[in-house]
């Protein structure tokens, strides 16, 4: 019997430019190369639109961030997702990307959600941080609704107090029960949300605790940003993983994947 695949998703949180996104798509390409069973994406975001200051880095806007996307695609043909704010770059967005995410903030955005669904690509939500697991079925309805059943949802942590993010394992199974795929961000989920102030901080060194337990409790995939060199991220520096660590915590979740 043919095992399933594990959804790996992965790349640096913010198209910085093209030759870094390279050099990150390139160390990914190592570390995969090795491993079977695995349906790998490219993720890369081309506007953090939601940054905590108005003058932090937000990428290079959808023209150029898809361009440097489509050139990732087809030097080391991965598959690719990337985030979207609005309807209209649907389109655009949909020639390229593989999967479409919808960003935590925006999760219960309707009109976002439906002209997503009718693009008919796989639709990956990330689950906001001020929803519970059992909400996530609306979400999953909206989607639905326009015929488009390619629906996963990814957790990210749960809001709990001020600046901290609590990742309770019981979500996983309780999504599940919707019959999606359920994802687990293991470096959004170590995030301290305005923790600086004007900035997001974070404890990278619990994302593979998080990513063990959650593919423990029946997570179908992983979710990481990742950088070779992390504290230099102009997006999410303190929680993004490091490159060079990134195969052998995949090796450990593959483990305890198949053991399951």
Not at 145 to 158: A, D, F, P
Not at 224 to 251: G, Q, R
Request: net charge positive; glycine share 8%.
């Amino acid at each position: 019997m043919t095992k399933k695949k594990f959804k790996f998703i992965a790349g640096p949180c913010v198209i910085e430019n093209r030759d870094i996104t390279i050099k990150i798509a390139k160390g990914l390409k190592q570390v995969i190369k090795d491993l079977d069973n695995i349906d790998f994406y490219f993720k890369a975001s081309f506007d953090k639109a939601n940054r905590s200051s108005v003058n932090s880095f937000r990428g290079p806007g959808m023209e150029k961030g898809l361009d440097i996307l489509r050139e990732v695609k087809e030097k080391f043909g991965f598959k690719i997702t990337t985030d979207i704010h609005l309807p209209s770059q649907i389109d655009p967005i949909s020639k390229v990307a593989d999967i479409i995410q919808i960003p935590a903030f925006l999760c219960r955005q309707t009109d976002l959600l439906l002209a997503a669904g009718g693009s008919g690509k796989t639709i990956n939500v990330k689950k906001g941080q001020f929803l519970s697991p059992y909400e996530v079925k609306n979400i999953i309805e909206k989607v639905g609704s326009t015929g488009n059943k390619k629906i996963w949802i990814t957790e990210r942590g749960t809001t709990f107090g001020y600046n901290k993010l609590v990742v309770d394992m019981t979500s996983i199974p309780i999504m599940k029960e919707y019959n999606v795929p359920v994802i687990i961000d293991a470096t959004h989920s170590v995030q301290l949300p305005g923790a600086g102030g004007n900035r997001t901080l974070g404890n990278r060194e619990f994302v593979p605790i998080i990513a063990k337990a959650a593919i423990s409790a029946g997570a179908d995939g992983l979710f990481i940003e990742t950088h070779f060199d992390p504290d230099s991220s102009p997006s999410d520096a303190a929680n993004i993983y490091p490159l060079s660590s990134v195969k052998k915590l995949l090796k450990k979740v593959l483990e305890i994947f198949y053991i399951l």
